[in-house]
């Protein structure tokens, strides 16, 4: 296949959007803030302001203070140039978000939702979207869309996520786009977290390589490749749980033994505590009566460390990132133990000279997936490098 050729459109759409990031990340900076920021010439950028103060995404602002001469104008991110929505559908439940241009939740629901078959949770998501824009009071010439996260892989003949059999996030998304008429973005909901971090994360907001490890029912991850999520080919870029870690160990459901998610997924916790007699199904049942002091799982836990060990190498070795964030929906002690008994880490090229310690913890929790969701159409709308990088735009 031949590389696309960048042509003079394709770089104005990129500089459009490096312009509206770099007014999102520097709030009051002036036309020629941005040209210093950018590298953009003076005219360029200020033309560039312009478009995005016509598509209102951007608005001038008041110059604070007083001063000799004319100051520059301050120019912000209009909260209320554009909305959408974020899905995020897991095992046994759903929070779905209404969010302005400034990332700020307006309204937010969750539900438990145990059908996840695909035609069947349509249902449950259209009314949720139906609600959500109707408190939200979003005017239908400022939504982008829909963005949904959903665990993965996508579309891998006899591959599921752990607990959903047959599970088809592909199918979900189009019956959503029908249902609704509206735009719809998939990504996994390590994806989803990793691009909430860099968006709204006090630590990853300036990091432009990075990957997040995802803990929840499975095991996933997010790759951030210069300020770009990168999807793959088929949208399952960053599948950790099926990195073998432990040849010939557990079996696993994509067909292999020893991947890295039949040890250190909440999936592989709830077999583990099966094995000793005690049935938990969901992961709210899991956050209820589980805990650290438990024996079954301290054992399980201890099982855990060398794999995990083992899987964050890779990353380190693969990806070279600035640092590796560690987070997720499965419960707080489950990441710290593992973060603290995952050290010290094996040698890797992460042993680098550095200012960011080499593991961080998630600072939004189990919202990120949420909130990364409803970002996708905004990436989707205005980023042209997260078109090329993810195929369910
Ligand atoms: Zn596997």
Redesign the pocket.
């Known amino acids: 296949m031949l590389l696309s050729a960048t042509n003079a459109v394709k770089a104005k759409l990129i500089n459009l959007w490096v312009v509206f990031d770099a007014i999102r990340m520097n709030g009051g900076i002036s036309r020629s803030g941005i040209a210093d920021e950018t590298g953009l010439s003076k005219q360029a950028s200020s033309d560039l302001v312009d478009e995005l103060i016509a598509m209102q995404f951007v608005r001038e602002t008041k110059p604070s203070g007083r001063r000799v001469g004319k100051p520059p104008t301050p120019l912000a991110i209009d909260p209320d140039g554009a909305f959408s929505l974020g899905f995020h559908v897991d095992v046994g439940q759903m929070s779905a978000i209404a969010v302005n241009l400034a990332g700020d939740v307006l309204h937010r629901e969750d539900h438990a939702l145990n059908d996840l078959e695909p035609h069947h949770a349509v249902i449950q998501l259209e009314l949720a979207a139906r609600r959500l824009l109707a408190s939200a009071r979003i005017p239908d010439e400022r939504f982008l869309g829909i963005g949904l996260a959903t665990p993965g892989p996508f579309a891998v003949k006899g591959l599921s996520p752990p607990r959903l059999p047959g599970w088809d996030g592909i199918a979900l998304r189009d019956l959503l786009r029908e249902a609704t008429g509206y735009n719809v973005s998939l990504a996994n909901d390590g994806q989803c977290a990793i691009i909430a971090e860099w968006r709204f994360g006090a630590s990853a907001r300036r990091l432009t390589n990075f990957v997040y490890v995802y803990f929840g029912i499975g095991v996933g991850s997010g790759v951030m490749v210069h300020s770009a999520a990168f999807g793959g080919a088929s949208g399952n870029a960053g599948e950790l749980?099926?990195l073998t870690v432990v040849p010939g160990g557990h079996d696993?459901?994509?067909g292999?033994s020893g991947?890295l998610?039949t040890y250190v997924s909440v999936d592989s916790a709830m077999r583990h505590l099966s094995t000793r007699g005690i049935e938990v199904q969901t992961m709210a049942e899991f956050a209820e009566h589980v805990g650290p002091a438990d024996p079954v799982i301290a054992d399980w836990i201890t099982q855990g460390v060398e794999p995990l060990r083992n899987g964050l190498n890779a990353v380190e070795n693969l990806f070279d990132p600035q640092s590796i964030m560690i987070g997720g929906n499965a419960p707080d002690w489950l990441i710290d133990t593992f973060m603290e008994r995952v050290e010290p880490l094996l040698p890797s090229v992460g042993r680098v000279e550095r200012t960011l310690p080499r593991l961080m913890k998630s600072e939004l929790g189990a919202d990120a997936v949420a909130r990364g969701a409803a970002v996708l159409p905004l990436l989707a709308t205005l980023n042209p490098l997260y078109r090329e990088l993810n195929p369910y735009v």
Do not use: D, R, T, Y
């Open positions: 749980g099926h696993c459901i994509c292999k991947c998610e």
